[in-house]
Structures are given as C-alpha cells and as structure tokens.
C-alpha cells in the first residue's frame, strides 16, 4: 500500500525559511516521480516541484524558481522542499504526490490530476 507522509509545515514570517518532508513507502523509490502541490482556499491544487525517479532532473513552478529546492534521498525514502524567501502567497496546503506512469517531470507538475498517490498534506502559513 503507497503511503506519503508530510512534515514540517508551520508558521513562519515572510523572508523566513521551511523545509517540508515527505516520507513514502510501498513502492520502489526508482520508478516513481514524485512532486509537491499547494492549494490556498479557493484555489485550484498547483505543482510546486516535480522530481524524477533517479536522474533528480526537477521542474519548478515560475513562482517559486530561485527560492524553493526540491530533493530525494532513495535510501531513506524521503522526499524535502527547502523553501527559503517565503511570501503570503506562499500560504496553502502542501501536498506530496507520487506516481510511476508518468515520465516526465513538467508533466506531473502541470497536470495533477494524472496523479495516482496522494498524501494528507501539511499547512504552511506565511504571516506578513
């Protein structure tokens, strides 16, 4: 059974910095994209960054190039997004996702709803 676990979400201050992880099991690490998705109230779920299965190439959504980092470690099946410079507008629900039929990292993040495997999320708030 696939399962994704988020952490780290929380208040923090514009300018400050988060990381978020994502713990996942049920699937072998190296066949499974996986990516973080945001939604605000009111808002349709986004793609924030997408990462390969092995070759760690990622996508970014344009909102967040420069700031936010996406990585992998295969070994300990966890998945982080570094978030540095926050904004409010950084505020929403944060979503680790995985999926093993998709094969390239713009497409998982631009079309979430091809997504198989979702986690719970976690809240994260950027007071101003």
């Known amino acids: 059974q696939v399962q994704l676990v988020e952490s780290g979400g929380g208040l923090v201050q514009s300018g400050g910095s988060l990381r978020l992880s994502c713990e996942f099991s049920?699937?072998?690490?190296?066949?499974?994209?996986i990516g973080w998705f945001r939604q605000a109230p009111g808002k349709k779920r986004e793609g924030v960054s997408c990462i390969s299965n092995t070759d760690g190439t990622t996508s970014h959504a344009d909102s967040v190039k420069g700031r936010f980092t996406i990585s992998r470690d295969n070994v300990k099946n966890t998945v982080y997004l570094q978030m540095s410079n926050l904004k409010p507008e950084d505020s929403g629900v944060y979503y680790c996702?995985?999926?093993?039929?998709?094969?390239?990292?713009?497409?998982?993040?631009?079309?979430?709803?091809?997504?198989?495997?979702w986690g719970r999320g976690t809240q994260v708030t950027v007071s101003s």
């Open positions: 049920g699937f072998t690490a190296d066949r499974y994209f």
């Open positions: 996702a995985a999926d093993g039929g998709i094969t390239t990292v713009q497409a998982m993040c631009e079309f979430p709803v091809l997504i198989a495997h």
